[in-house]
């Protein structure tokens, strides 16, 4: 029911965990549960995504205190590790190696680590940042690294991809699809970029564009190979007129695109999902999966499942409608049963 890496629950416990949800031994035995708030403390990391090698658990975000990108890392993610409290900078802008050409330093958002393990075993970072040419507008680059702790090396003189007069493109994800075994990048038309920060900014700027949109690369997860296609829409004024973190999965027949909706800044933001038979779509049958008032918390989103382990990373405020106050990162698990997504 689930990937080869990730042994199958038994349904029987999963069922058992329920009924004897107050032992919290037995839940965790079973369902694995690594739900947990705030795990670095008070520390500002949105918009994380995680990829495990060795064993180790290594975690993303966005630009925040000084790095262009922070990452942490913990050891034993699986069984209760703690996480690095002291955040690193995988990519770091003063050219060692070497930051891109024509993006701005510390201006990088939601990047997002792959491993090439079908092209030369490298690691591969989509990112956005700011041109250097157009502040307003986000543009996705792809750095490499042998390692996955980087150094990150982007030595181009233009971003990967770039839709600028639509208002860029953010929040890149890649995929590779455990079936046909080709790799994909989907991402966000930052349509708000281009009309005064949108609907969130002011009720008066509505900017329809935030559309999820797919490309296939070759193995290098760079060279485009088809697309771009428009996967899925933004609701209108439901979604505040804007969806973004786009995360593609697959499990058992079904692909899973993950997003958040509403206002980044606000406790309207959500994660939800839409699944489809094909890759390229429709998508549909949309589910809300965290909202503000789930376990306390106030606008979830950026969340990132991991298929190799279960884990899911995600942000949430860390005070209610206010994001000066900086982004929790939270942990759980996730697993698919048919079109349904659960987590614990
Ligand atoms: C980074 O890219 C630059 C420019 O292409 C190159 O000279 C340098 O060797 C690269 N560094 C690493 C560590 O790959
Ligand atoms: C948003 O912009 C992209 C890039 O220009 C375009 O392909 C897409 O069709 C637009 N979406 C909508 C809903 O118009």
Same mark, same amino acid.
Request: with cysteine.
């Given at each position: 029911?689930?990937?080869?890496?990730?042994?199958?629950?038994?349904?029987?416990?999963?069922?058992?965990?329920?009924?004897?949800?107050?032992?919290?031994?037995l839940h965790q035995l079973a369902l694995r549960d690594t739900? %947990?708030?705030?795990?670095? $403390?008070?520390?500002? +990391?949105? *918009? &994380?995504? @995680?990829?495990?090698?060795?064993? =180790?658990?290594?975690?993303?975000?966005?630009?925040?205190?000084?790095?262009?990108?922070?990452?942490?890392?913990?050891?034993?993610?699986?069984?209760?590790?703690?996480?690095?409290?002291?955040?690193?900078?995988?990519f770091p802008t003063d050219n060692v190696p070497a930051y891109?050409?024509?993006?701005?330093?510390?201006?990088?958002?939601?990047?997002?680590?792959?491993?090439?393990?079908?092209?030369?075993?490298?690691?591969?970072?989509?990112?956005?940042?700011?041109?250097?040419?157009?502040?307003?507008?986000?543009?996705?680059?792809?750095?490499?690294?042998?390692?996955?702790?980087?150094?990150?090396?982007?030595?181009?003189?233009?971003?990967?991809?770039?839709?600028?007069? %639509?208002?860029?493109?953010? $929040?890149?994800?890649? +995929?590779? *699809? &455990?079936? @046909?075994?080709?790799?994909?990048? =989907?991402?966000?038309?930052?349509?708000?970029?281009?009309?005064?920060?949108?609907?969130?900014?002011?009720?008066?700027?509505?900017?329809?564009?935030?559309?999820?949109?797919?490309?296939?690369?070759?193995?290098?997860?760079?060279?485009?190979?088809?697309?771009?296609v428009n996967l899925y829409n933004n609701d209108g004024v439901?979604?505040?007129?804007?969806?973004?973190?786009?995360?593609?999965?697959?499990?058992?027949?079904?692909?899973?695109?993950?997003?958040?909706?509403?206002?980044?800044?606000?406790?309207?933001?959500?994660?939800?999902?839409?699944?489809?038979?094909?890759?390229?779509?429709?998508?549909?049958?949309?589910?809300?999966?965290?909202?503000?008032?789930?376990?306390?918390?106030?606008?979830?989103?950026?969340?990132?499942?991991?298929?190799?382990?279960?884990?899911?990373?995600?942000?949430?405020?860390?005070?209610?409608?206010?994001?000066?106050?900086?982004?929790?990162?939270?942990?759980?698990?996730?697993?698919?049963?048919?079109?349904?997504?659960?987590?614990?």
């Amino acid at each position: 029911m689930f990937f080869s890496t990730f042994a199958p629950i038994p349904l029987s416990l999963i069922a058992l965990a329920a009924i004897t949800d107050a032992s919290p031994s037995l839940h965790q035995l079973a369902l694995r549960d690594t739900m %947990a708030y705030n795990v670095l $403390d008070g520390q500002n +990391f949105p *918009d &994380p995504s @995680s990829i495990t090698i060795g064993g =180790v658990t290594y975690v993303f975000g966005t630009t925040t205190a000084g790095l262009n990108i922070a990452m942490t890392k913990n050891k034993n993610f699986d069984d209760s590790g703690t996480w690095d409290q002291t955040l690193e900078d995988p990519f770091p802008t003063d050219n060692v190696p070497a930051y891109s050409n024509w993006a701005t330093a510390d201006t990088t958002w939601a990047p997002d680590v792959s491993q090439l393990t079908d092209y030369d075993g490298s690691f591969a970072m989509y990112y956005a940042a700011a041109l250097k040419s157009n502040s307003a507008v986000h543009c996705t680059g792809l750095a490499r690294s042998g390692t996955v702790t980087g150094p990150y090396n982007d030595s181009s003189t233009e971003p990967m991809i770039c839709p600028e007069s %639509a208002g860029g493109a953010i $929040d890149a994800s890649g +995929f590779l *699809d &455990p079936t @046909s075994k080709l790799r994909y990048v =989907v991402y966000k038309i930052d349509g708000p970029a281009a009309n005064n920060g949108g609907y969130c900014a002011s009720t008066s700027y509505t900017s329809p564009n935030t559309s999820l949109m797919l490309i296939q690369t070759e193995s290098d997860g760079y060279t485009r190979v088809a697309g771009p296609v428009n996967l899925y829409n933004n609701d209108g004024v439901a979604d505040s007129y804007n969806i973004e973190a786009p995360v593609i999965r697959y499990s058992g027949g079904t692909y899973f695109l993950f997003f958040s909706s509403g206002c980044t800044s606000s406790n309207s933001y959500t994660v939800s999902y839409v699944t489809a038979t094909n890759i390229w779509g429709p998508y549909g049958d949309r589910k809300l999966l965290l909202g503000t008032g789930d376990d306390g918390l106030y606008g979830p989103g950026g969340a990132t499942p991991d298929s190799a382990t279960g884990n899911f990373v995600y942000h949430s405020l860390e005070q209610s409608n206010n994001i000066g106050a900086g982004r929790q990162l939270n942990t759980a698990s996730w697993a698919a049963n048919g079109d349904s997504i659960t987590l614990s």
